[in-house]
Each structure stands twice: as C-alpha cells, then as structure tokens.
C-alpha cells in the first residue's frame, strides 16, 4: 500500500493483488487452500529518489547477481518489454513481513526476486553462490532440444 498526497494509505491496484487480498487466489495465483495465510499487502515508504539511492549504493547492479540491470524493460514501448521480463528490475524486501522502506530493500533482478520469494534473506546469499559455482553458460553444444520419455512399469525401472 502507498500513502497518496492526502496522506491516505492506497491498496494495490493490480487485478492479481485485488484477487489475492479478496482471498480468490493464493499469492503465487495458485488456488486458495484452507490453512493458506492471509496476505496483507505491505506499506511502501519509499519514493523514486529512494529506489535510486538503493541501487546506486549497490553499485548500479543486481544485488543477487551483481549485473547491471535494464530499467527499460518495465516499459511496454521499449522494444526489449516482455511481461515480468526476469531481467527487469524489482524491490525485493529482506524482511518479508516488513515494509518497504530504505532499510529494508535491495534492487534486484525479477528472476532472482522471484526465485527468492519467501526464502530467508540471509541463506539466498548461498544459494546464489552455489548456482553461480555449478552454472554453466549455455552453448549451442549444450542445450537440450527434447526430451525422450521411456515408459517405465516398475518401481524398480524408476531407480
């Protein structure tokens, strides 16, 4: 939620937050199920000076992925625009039951927010550097094209 310029907190606005906060869907769109938290969006404190200061301190990058990151690519007239493009920029929350305020945000890339999630802040810093030790980059040599399935009967041919 954001405070207006009457100084009155707004509720999202977004057709997925409106679902969410009216408990038709879950927070990953997925179906409600009987023991699922409610969501209640958080308060924003920050204005585009703050989001320009955070990322600026961060050296102009990802904080996860250390990449610069293309702030284009949340315009639908930029030529590179995809919805949700994962490398678009995103206000990830270290505490997520926090608000969003200076102290409690990083600039990051949408892949690694959303992989992120709900995970603690503090050990996605190792997930982060186990995915960079073990990637590879992607050749032409080395990209599946297909998969084939073998029909398997027993549980002993799944092993």
Known sequence: MWLDEKGEWNKPT??????????????????????????IPANCYLDEQDLKDVY?????????????LDF???????????????LAPSVDRKDDDGDYTVDNIVISSRFANYGRNVYPFEEFHEVINHTLKHGIVFTKDNMVSHTTRTKRT???EFM
Do not use: D
């Open 14 to 39: 977004s057709s997925n937050n409106q679902l969410r906060m009216n408990k038709k869907v879950s927070a990953v769109n997925g179906p409600i199920r009987p023991n699922a938290r409610e969501w």
């Open 56 to 68: 600026e301190s961060q050296g102009s990058v990802c904080y996860w992925y250390k990449m610069p």
């Open 72 to 86: 284009n690519l949340l315009f639908n007239n930029y030529q590179g625009y995809f919805p949700k493009h994962p």
């Open 154 to 156: 027993t549980l002993e």
